[in-house]
Protein backbone atom coordinates (compact mmCIF):
# COMPACT_ATOMS: atom_id res chain seq x y z
CA UNK A 1 0.00 0.00 0.00
CA UNK A 2 2.80 2.39 0.86
CA UNK A 3 4.55 1.33 -2.60
CA UNK A 4 0.88 2.62 -4.25
CA UNK A 5 0.50 5.75 -2.40
CA UNK A 6 4.44 6.90 -3.55
CA UNK A 7 3.59 5.91 -6.62
CA UNK A 8 0.40 8.29 -6.64
CA UNK A 9 2.00 10.95 -5.24
CA UNK A 10 4.46 11.34 -8.06
CA UNK A 11 1.62 10.75 -10.22
CA UNK A 12 0.07 13.96 -8.77
CA UNK A 13 3.15 15.67 -8.75
CA UNK A 14 4.12 15.02 -12.22
CA UNK A 15 0.12 16.20 -13.23
CA UNK A 16 0.32 19.20 -11.57
CA UNK A 17 4.11 19.82 -12.52
CA UNK A 18 2.58 19.36 -16.45
CA UNK A 19 -0.39 21.63 -16.18
CA UNK A 20 1.20 25.28 -14.83
CA UNK A 21 3.95 24.58 -17.35
CA UNK A 22 1.50 23.91 -20.16
CA UNK A 23 0.94 26.73 -22.74
CA UNK A 24 -2.45 26.54 -22.27
CA UNK A 25 -2.17 27.18 -18.92
CA UNK A 26 -0.12 30.56 -18.92
CA UNK A 27 -2.13 31.40 -21.95
CA UNK A 28 -5.54 31.58 -19.72
CA UNK A 29 -3.23 33.60 -16.89
CA UNK A 30 -2.42 36.25 -19.54
CA UNK A 31 -5.94 36.65 -20.87
CA UNK A 32 -7.20 37.23 -16.78
CA UNK A 33 -4.20 38.57 -15.05
CA UNK A 34 -1.56 39.80 -17.50
CA UNK A 35 0.18 41.66 -14.88
CA UNK A 36 0.70 38.64 -12.83
CA UNK A 37 2.36 36.80 -16.17
CA UNK A 38 6.32 38.43 -15.59
CA UNK A 39 6.12 36.44 -12.46
CA UNK A 40 4.95 33.23 -13.36
CA UNK A 41 8.23 31.36 -14.08
CA UNK A 42 9.32 32.42 -10.46
CA UNK A 43 5.61 31.18 -9.15
CA UNK A 44 5.82 28.10 -11.20
CA UNK A 45 9.38 26.96 -9.70
CA UNK A 46 8.43 27.99 -5.93
CA UNK A 47 5.65 26.11 -6.28
CA UNK A 48 7.26 22.77 -8.06
CA UNK A 49 9.90 23.10 -5.37
CA UNK A 50 7.12 23.24 -2.03
CA UNK A 51 4.74 20.88 -4.05
CA UNK A 52 8.03 18.09 -4.09
CA UNK A 53 8.45 18.30 -0.37
CA UNK A 54 5.73 16.07 0.86
CA UNK A 55 6.40 13.43 -1.97
CA UNK A 56 10.00 13.26 -1.05
CA UNK A 57 9.07 12.76 2.75
CA UNK A 58 6.70 10.12 1.84
CA UNK A 59 9.42 8.60 0.17
CA UNK A 60 12.25 8.55 2.49
CA UNK A 61 10.27 8.12 5.75
CA UNK A 62 8.61 4.68 3.69
CA UNK A 63 10.77 1.58 5.19
CA UNK A 64 11.94 -1.16 2.49
CA UNK A 65 14.34 -4.09 2.59
CA UNK A 66 17.51 -2.88 0.03
CA UNK A 67 16.96 -4.31 -3.00
CA UNK A 68 20.61 -3.57 -4.37
CA UNK A 69 23.35 -1.54 -2.25
CA UNK A 70 26.72 -0.85 -4.49
CA UNK A 71 29.66 -2.78 -2.31
CA UNK A 72 33.29 -2.68 -2.78
CA UNK A 73 35.04 -1.98 -6.40
CA UNK A 74 31.08 -1.64 -7.49
CA UNK A 75 30.68 1.36 -4.96
CA UNK A 76 33.50 3.46 -6.31
CA UNK A 77 32.17 3.35 -9.66
CA UNK A 78 28.61 4.31 -9.15
CA UNK A 79 29.69 7.37 -6.57
CA UNK A 80 32.35 8.30 -9.37
CA UNK A 81 29.48 8.63 -11.86
CA UNK A 82 27.41 10.22 -9.26
CA UNK A 83 30.61 12.72 -8.34
CA UNK A 84 30.92 13.21 -12.76
CA UNK A 85 26.97 13.73 -12.87
CA UNK A 86 27.02 16.15 -10.00
CA UNK A 87 30.40 18.15 -11.94
CA UNK A 88 28.51 17.70 -15.11
CA UNK A 89 25.45 19.84 -13.73
CA UNK A 90 27.52 22.28 -12.34
CA UNK A 91 29.80 22.47 -15.22
CA UNK A 92 26.80 22.75 -17.63
CA UNK A 93 24.86 25.84 -15.82
CA UNK A 94 27.15 28.13 -17.99
CA UNK A 95 25.46 27.53 -20.62
CA UNK A 96 22.51 27.83 -19.43
CA UNK A 97 20.29 30.89 -18.41
CA UNK A 98 19.78 30.65 -15.32
CA UNK A 99 18.42 33.98 -14.61
CA UNK A 100 15.45 32.90 -16.59
CA UNK A 101 15.03 29.69 -15.72
CA UNK A 102 15.14 31.31 -12.01
CA UNK A 103 12.26 33.94 -13.87
CA UNK A 104 14.24 36.66 -12.59
CA UNK A 105 14.75 38.16 -16.50
CA UNK A 106 10.87 37.81 -17.01
CA UNK A 107 10.77 39.94 -13.81
CA UNK A 108 13.42 42.57 -14.88
CA UNK A 109 12.02 42.80 -18.43
CA UNK A 110 7.99 42.82 -16.77
CA UNK A 111 7.44 40.33 -19.46
CA UNK A 112 7.05 36.60 -19.55
CA UNK A 113 8.38 36.14 -23.22
CA UNK A 114 11.82 36.03 -23.35
CA UNK A 115 13.94 36.37 -26.67
CA UNK A 116 14.75 32.74 -27.92
CA UNK A 117 17.77 31.40 -28.10
CA UNK A 118 19.06 28.61 -29.95
CA UNK A 119 22.55 27.59 -28.82
CA UNK A 120 24.20 23.99 -28.84
CA UNK A 121 26.82 23.89 -25.74
CA UNK A 122 29.47 21.50 -25.44
CA UNK A 123 27.13 19.01 -23.61
CA UNK A 124 24.26 19.51 -26.11
CA UNK A 125 26.39 17.86 -28.34
CA UNK A 126 26.21 14.54 -27.10
CA UNK A 127 22.93 14.09 -25.91
CA UNK A 128 19.44 17.27 -26.40
CA UNK A 129 18.62 16.94 -22.48
CA UNK A 130 21.73 16.94 -20.53
CA UNK A 131 19.77 17.48 -17.20
CA UNK A 132 17.52 15.00 -17.48
CA UNK A 133 20.86 12.64 -18.48
CA UNK A 134 22.22 13.75 -15.21
CA UNK A 135 19.24 13.22 -13.21
CA UNK A 136 19.34 9.09 -14.57
CA UNK A 137 22.47 8.86 -13.60
CA UNK A 138 22.04 10.15 -10.02
CA UNK A 139 18.75 7.90 -9.74
CA UNK A 140 20.29 4.78 -11.32
CA UNK A 141 23.55 5.04 -9.36
CA UNK A 142 22.20 5.27 -5.94
CA UNK A 143 21.42 2.23 -3.34
CA UNK A 144 17.43 0.84 -4.26
CA UNK A 145 14.85 -0.01 -2.22
CA UNK A 146 11.32 -0.14 -3.02
CA UNK A 147 10.58 3.11 -2.29
CA UNK A 148 13.52 4.36 -4.25
CA UNK A 149 12.75 2.03 -7.33
CA UNK A 150 9.26 3.15 -7.44
CA UNK A 151 10.22 6.87 -7.81
CA UNK A 152 13.42 5.57 -9.85
CA UNK A 153 11.17 4.24 -12.29
CA UNK A 154 8.21 6.92 -12.05
CA UNK A 155 10.64 9.80 -12.88
CA UNK A 156 11.97 7.80 -15.49
CA UNK A 157 9.28 7.58 -17.07
CA UNK A 158 8.34 11.22 -16.86
CA UNK A 159 11.50 12.56 -18.24
CA UNK A 160 11.16 10.42 -20.98
CA UNK A 161 7.22 12.06 -22.06
CA UNK A 162 8.34 15.56 -20.94
CA UNK A 163 11.35 15.61 -23.48
CA UNK A 164 9.04 14.50 -26.26
CA UNK A 165 6.54 17.66 -24.91
CA UNK A 166 9.18 19.82 -24.61
CA UNK A 167 10.25 19.09 -28.22
CA UNK A 168 6.92 19.67 -29.30
CA UNK A 169 7.78 23.00 -28.45
CA UNK A 170 10.92 23.60 -30.02
CA UNK A 171 9.96 22.15 -33.07
CA UNK A 172 7.14 24.41 -32.94
CA UNK A 173 9.72 27.31 -32.36
CA UNK A 174 12.87 26.52 -34.70
CA UNK A 175 11.54 24.12 -37.29
CA UNK A 176 13.73 22.04 -39.45
CA UNK A 177 16.41 23.35 -37.62
CA UNK A 178 15.79 21.36 -34.64
CA UNK A 179 14.84 18.50 -36.49
CA UNK A 180 18.28 18.28 -37.87
CA UNK A 181 19.77 18.36 -34.70
CA UNK A 182 17.15 15.75 -33.01
CA UNK A 183 18.31 12.87 -35.78
CA UNK A 184 22.02 13.99 -35.16
CA UNK A 185 21.75 13.55 -31.54
CA UNK A 186 20.41 10.98 -28.52
CA UNK A 187 17.35 11.96 -26.72
CA UNK A 188 18.55 11.06 -23.28
CA UNK A 189 21.43 8.21 -23.55
CA UNK A 190 24.79 9.39 -24.87
CA UNK A 191 25.70 7.27 -27.69
CA UNK A 192 29.78 7.15 -28.80
CA UNK A 193 28.90 6.92 -32.62
CA UNK A 194 26.00 9.52 -32.58
CA UNK A 195 27.53 13.32 -31.91
CA UNK A 196 27.94 16.86 -33.33
CA UNK A 197 31.09 17.99 -34.01
CA UNK A 198 31.94 21.55 -32.61
CA UNK A 199 32.02 23.08 -36.31
CA UNK A 200 28.29 20.89 -36.96
CA UNK A 201 26.87 22.77 -33.84
CA UNK A 202 27.37 25.73 -34.69
CA UNK A 203 26.65 25.96 -38.35
CA UNK A 204 23.54 24.51 -37.20
CA UNK A 205 22.81 27.04 -34.24
CA UNK A 206 23.41 29.59 -36.92
Avoid at 9 to 16: C, D, E, I, P, Q
Avoid at 85 to 97: G, K, Q
Wanted: glycine share 6%.
Amino acid sequence: MRLTEILLAWLGYFALHSLLAATTIKAWVERHWPRLMPGYRMVFNLIATLALAPVVWLVYSAEGAWLWQWQGNWAWVANGARLAAILCFLASTRYYDMSEFLGLSQLRAHDNVVPLSYTISPFHRFVRHPWYSIALVLIWTGNMNGPLLVTGLAITAYLFVGSKLEERKLIASYGESYRKYMAAVPGLIPLPWKYLSADDAKALSQ
